[in-house]
Structures are given as C-alpha cells and as structure tokens.
C-alpha cells in the first residue's frame, strides 16, 4: 500500500489516495486500460506538485501545471528525484497515460495487459519513494510523517526534538493546528472489544512532540495556536476541552493571547484546579504565576495545600506542594509582593489547624511554608 504522507496539502493527498485505490480496484477488476490511465494520472500529479513546491517555474519561468508529463519526467531527472530507471519506466507509462484520448491506442496499435498494470502499480511505488525521499532530504519530515514516526516508532521519542528542527515552519504550523490534536482525538475514541479504548502511551508521545514543536514554532504560529485553544474553550464540549488543555496547553502560552482572553483562559484553569487537582493539569499551569493578580492567590494555595493533606495519591500530593514552592518563587517579590501572600496564606492555614487542635495538619503545612521559603531566587 502506497502512502501519500509526505504530500502536505490535505485535499491534494485525499485526491491521491482516492485514485490510488481507484488504481487497485481496476486491477482486482482486470481493467487495465482503466489502471493505466489512472497510473499516468498520479505519476503526472506527483511530478506536478514535486516541481511546484521546488520553485521549478521560478528557476526555469516554466509553469509545471502546463507541461507534458514527457516534460514532467525529465524536468524530475534533471532535478535528480527521479534516478535513471525510474525516468526510463516513466517514459513507457507515458504512453499509457495517452490512451485516454478516443482511437490512439487503434492508430498507435498500443494495447494494454496485465503485466503492464503490473508495472504501473510498481513504478507508482517507485515514484512515490524517490520523490518523498527527495523531499524529506531538502525540507524534512511532514507533519504526517513525524506523527506516524512517533506512532510506530517507540524509540523515535528520543530523537523526535532532532527530527522536528529539520522540519519546514509551514509544517510546524500543521503540525500543531492539525495534525496532532486530530490524531490525539481519533486516539481518544478508538474502539476496544469491550468499548472506547484511549491509546494513552502514543497520546503522551504525541502531546510531548506538541511542546516540543511549540517550542520551536515562530511567534506568530504560537499566536495562532493559542487562539485556537481559546476556539476549543468556547466552542467545543468539556471533554474536549478538558483533554486539548491537559494534553496541549501551558499556562506560560498566555502570553501570547490578547487580555481578555487570557482572563477567560486563566480563570478557566483556577477554576479546574480548585474543584480538583490532578498531574496533568499540574502541567497545564506551568508558569501560571506570572500572570496572577493579588486576588488569586488564596484560592489557589487553599486548592495546592487541600491536595497537599489530602489521602489521595501520594505522586499527586507531592505534586501539588512542589508547585506551591514553584508559585512562590514565579511570583513578583519585594516588599508587599505577591510572593508573601503565599507565606501569610499558609501562616492562615497553620493557625486555623493550632486552633482546631489539628497539630499534625498544622505541622505539614508548618513543613511547606519552610520548603518554600528555602527555595533560593
């Protein structure tokens, strides 16, 4: 089976892998004028779309949708995509190509057969690596192709940082607006024999390669990345929203979303974690506290200290009195700072326990308060 991944114009490779089976189907169906037509038909669209994304018209003031594929094939050569016996299979599948026009195949005596669909079906293949080969050399990886690397490949996730600087800007933007939250989803609803079975291992890796391109994205893919979280916030079900936020958002992107916005989306976040802390959205609010106002910080360090003494999940717990050391040191200090509304808040807290007579409470948070202190700038 032929995969079209490295094409990165989604309606260009739907069109591809929709003659592509049409191809297969007239073979299984013995029609092989119908299989040689639609083989000189792909080779032509993958030759076309091959010079358009090298700038052959800019290099040779030649536009490729207008060449001959006879032209296509040797204009490929020269540009060394295709090697010698690829070219020369090529021009046999040209004239093959032509049968669709009324009478040539009388007049040239050309007839077609099973051997020469056979050919066909192999060249499509050959093709179809020496071009995305060819690609991958100069631009890098697809989108596409960097996600079924990581899906297929458990061992890619160590190299996937190396893999995503050699991809295109363009393809990074896809990356992260397309690609990965679609595949996330399918993921998230794929079907087991007892019902919905998330694939959970290959959704970590690809939220890790998210940041990992975010990272290296420009500023302005950032921007159009953050807005469509803030899309998925006000559009979409909580269960989308809840996942996109956990799996593909840090709190740190607010910076790059207009101020109202921002408000929306904080408060969104300090409204999850007071309801309920768990490690995911723990990531999700990584640099929060940069973007905090006075009036927020009581609530959230009643939210981290509730999970810190709870019974829950000790990994969990841990967690959440780490990241009060972390909000303390990320916040504004100096004299009235918002850095010492956190020691006051958790000063509350222990008189509130000595009060009770809840001495063992009173002490943990008595522990906390001296972690976060200790925590130099």
Known sequence: MIDFDFITDDRFRASLIADYAEFQTSVSGEAWKASLVLAGSIVEALLVDHLIAAEYQTRSGRDPLKMHLAELIAACEKDKVLSANTTALSIVIKNYRNLIHPGRSVRLGESTSKSAAIVAGELLQMIVEEVSANRSAKYGLTADQIVKKLERDESAMSIHKHLLKDVAG????????????????????????????????????????????????????????????????????????????????????????????????????????????????????????????????????????????????????????????????????????????????????????????????????????????????
């Open 170 to 377: 363009f393809e990074i933007e896809r990356l992260l607006m397309k690609v990965i939250p679609k595949r996330y989803f399918e993921l998230d609803s794929a079907m087991g024999e007892f019902g919905p079975e998330p694939d959970v291992i290959r959704q970590e890796r690809l939220a890790t390669c998210f940041r990992s391109a975010f990272d290296l994205a420009t500023d302005e893919t950032k921007k159009k990345v953050t807005a469509r979280f803030v899309s998925v916030l006000k559009e979409e079900d909580q269960r989308i929203v809840l996942a996109y936020e956990e799996a593909f958002f840090r709190a740190s992107d607010l910076q790059y979303i207009g101020r109202p916005d921002a408000k929306l989306v904080k408060d969104h976040l300090l409204s999850r974690i007071h309801k309920d802390v768990s490690l995911r959205l723990l990531d999700a609010m990584e640099g929060l506290p940069s973007f905090l106002d006075p009036r927020d910080i009581s609530d959230l360090v009643d939210s981290l200290l509730r999970t810190s003494l709870s019974r829950g999940p000790n990994l969990v717990k841990t967690r959440a009195r780490t990241y009060l050391a972390e909000l303390w040191r990320g916040l504004p200090g100096g004299e009235g700072g918002l850095d010492h509304k956190v020691l006051r808040r958790l000063d509350d807290w222990i008189a509130h326990f000595e009060k009770q007579g809840n001495m063992d409470s009173a002490n943990i948070v008595r522990e906390i308060k001296e972690e976060v202190g200790d925590i130099p700038f």
